[in-house]
Each structure stands twice: as C-alpha cells, then as structure tokens.
C-alpha cells in the first residue's frame, strides 16, 4: 500500500531527499514543508519534473509550531525532518503525538541523545524514530557496519568523510554545502570514539594525518565531532576501536583552528564597543554567507577501513567512495549522499523493516542492506 512521505526543510538535503522518496518509496504523496511556501513550491516542482508526474505537495510549515506542525503531519506515515540539527527532538515530541514514524539528519550526538530518550513513548505511539541518518553522521556508520558484518572479529574501524569542491580556491579550498552551524559545531565540540575498547572523548581539529584519494592526491584527515554519533556506545565491547575524520584538502585544518583557538566560536556574550555580541553568532553570519558564495561543484570523498580476522586470519577491508554532481538531475553530491541515504531509511521504516521506538541508526538496518540500498541509486562503491 503506497505511503504518505513528508518532509520537513525543503532545501538542499531535503529536496534531495524527496526525490527518492518518489522514486524509491511508493508514495501516494510526498509532502514538502517549508517556513518558506516559496521555497516549499520549488523543490516541489522540481521533483515533480525530475520524476514525471505530480507527487508532491507545498506546505508552509512553522516547525517550532507544535500546532502547525500537527496539522502538515495529519495522514504522514514517514517524516524525514532536514531542518537545523537543534530542532529535530522538538520535532520528534509532535511526530509521537501525532504517530507518525520519523528520521533526521542529524549532526550533534548530544542533541541525538535527546531524541533517543523519547524510546518508551515512541514504542507506545507505535513509533519508529532513527536520528542521524545523514551522511556523517549516517552513510559512512553504514559503510563501517558493513565492514564489522563481514569479520569474524573487527579491532580497528575508521571512516573518512569530505564534501569537496571540484576545483579549490584558497585561503580554505573548501565550499560550504549545509548549514554553517552544523560545520561549527563538527570543528568546535568534541569527538566520540572507542579506543582501546572503551568510550573516548578526543579533540576536533586534532590528530591530523594524511590520506591519498584516488582522484584526488594527498589530502589530509583529523578529527571532527558527530560523526561517530552513538555507534561508539552500541560497539563498545564488541569493535576495539572505531573512530571517524573529516577530510579536507591540505591546509584547510590549520586555517579553521585560528578561529578556535582565538575564540571566533564562542558562545558567552562579550561587550564591543558598548554592544553585547556572542562571538560564534558573528562568525555564523559573517563567514557563513562569504563561504556559500563560493560557486564550484561538488564531490565526496568517503572511505570505510575495517581490520580484525576472519577464518582466524587477519583480514583488511576497505570501501571508497568518490561521488560528484549528478549532471542528469543536478544534485549535488552532498545532496545525494544524505538527502538519499535519509529516504533508505524512512522507506525501510514505511515496509515495517524497523522495530518501534526510538532506534539508534546502527541499530536500525544493518550496513550490507544499506550497502545494497545505495548503490541502487547510482552511487558507485569501490571494494577491496
């Protein structure tokens, strides 16, 4: 029976994301909801045309309106919710009230937590709600997954991640592709990993390697926040250590420390010139905006390495990903790495495929279905 599908941010990720919906996931409606009706309209129309024929529907949408919000999910099987990381729990208490099954993008562990803690009143709403489910964290936790599924015995993880432009400018030779607090906040808080078998807190902007990328040459690596998101906690005991690195063209780690260290994200209101002003508040309007302007097409690089035994011998496996702008539809690699892995899960969730309450995402599908999933969709996975 075809599905009703909403989604919530109709921006870049979520546009992205209605698009597969559409195409994947059977849907008698895919409605698209927006504080902006404008916004909600255009992204309509384009999947609309991308997929030839008349699927979804512009809604005005006030998300921190519990009462509005409860009027657009009325009748929504599924919710994909592609708004700011900080709204998704407050979005979650209207999704169980108004029982409807719901993913997020994520991109804040502490923030995930929250959601996570509604577990018990999601399985009495017979609710599913899987947060995290973008691309880090989201794909690259799949692709990690499918490496421990596939040894008898996994002692290191690491999962690589960067969403790049095809042709680096500098001072930063990057080009901002979400929301600039989602990026603060993965250069600013602290990474969750499992080292030596136990939960570990470890600095971003820190322990940076290099990597060479097919593709793209010697790139470098280090630590960043969310991208574990609560995988350390679910393979504690089983995995030795799991870890996962931002990756940037060289240079780019050391020009974003400056603003760290010297206070450009703080969040305590300081006097300038008799105004109070919170530091991270500025940097977000200011650097924000100047980076978006940047104009270049994207490309992802992603890799999953997985070592431990298999048959009782040591075994090393890797998965590479180098995915870029999709021509045909005009997706940004970003937008389809997340946007697609986001509608994999709400689809997995409208066939009766995950278990109610409020599921941790490493726990919800396994990472050789999702592996499967993924690549239906065109993207190209390299094994070895």
Known sequence: MSKVYAVLGAGMQGT??????????????VKMGDVSLLQAQKATQRVDQLVGREICQPHEVDALDAANLTTFLTDVD????????????????????????MVDLGGNTDITMHTLKMDETAREAG???????????????SLGLS????????????????VLPQNPK??????LTFNVEGLVTEYDFQAVVL????????????????????GLGTMEAFTTSGGTSTAPYTLEGKVTNYEYKTIRFPGHCERMRIFKDFGFWGEEAIDVKGTKIVPKDVFNTVFGPALAKFEDRDQCAVRAVAEGTKNGQPKRLQIDILDKEDPDTGFTSMERL?????????????????????????SALTGTQFVEEIQRRGVVLKFS
């Open 147 to 162: 490496l421990i599924e596939q040894l008898d015995k996994a002692e290191s993880v690491k999962m690589y991640c960067g």
């Open 170 to 175: 500098p001072p930063f030779n990057y080009k």
């Open 338 to 362: 997340t946007g697609f892995s986001a509608s994999i899960f709400a689809i997995a969730i409208a066939k009766g495929e995950v278990e109610k309450g409020a599921i941790r995402y490493e």
């Open 195 to 214: 080292r030596n078998g136990h939960i570990a807190l470890v600095d971003t902007l820190a322990e940076l390697e290099e990597l060479e990328v097919d």
């Open 16 to 29: 992205a994301a209605a698009y597969d919906l559409a195409k994947f996931g059977d849907p008698r409606i």
């Open 127 to 141: 609710v599913s709600l899987v947060p995290d489910c973008g691309l880090a964290p989201g794909l690259v936790n």
């Open 78 to 101: 599924v919710l994909v919710s592609c708004v700011p990381y900080w709204m998704h729990p407050k979005i979650a208490e209207v999704a169980i009230a108004t029982g409807t099954n």
